[in-house]
């Protein structure tokens, strides 16, 4: 199984899918399944994750594992960073 760690950063919108943004960062548009990530965004701050919403915490990050991302999502036009791990094959 191959891996791909990464970071993407930048001012986004609710209009963004941050999806979208990992995998032009890669340069893929395979199914790579996003298998770990952390996010970091101001105290109060949410971010749809799986059509869920979540509250960014007093330490200003977010993080997930052995969880599949497949929909990633600021609700207002933010600065965010976010580091991850995909892979290309079922574990």
Not at 50 to 60: D, R
Request: proline share 0%.
């Amino acid at each position: 199984m191959a891996k791909y760690i990464g970071q993407v950063q930048g001012n986004y919108s609710s209009q963004d899918d941050l999806i979208q943004v990992i995998r032009k960062q890669l340069n893929s548009n395979t199914d790579l399944k996003i298998i770990k990530i952390g996010i970091q965004m101001d105290e109060g701050e949410k971010i749809n994750i799986n059509h869920k919403e979540f509250e960014i915490g007093k330490t200003e990050i977010l993080e997930f594992e052995d969880v599949e991302i497949t929909h990633l999502q600021v609700l207002k036009k933010q600065n965010v960073i976010i580091d991850y791990v995909c892979s290309n094959e079922d574990e």
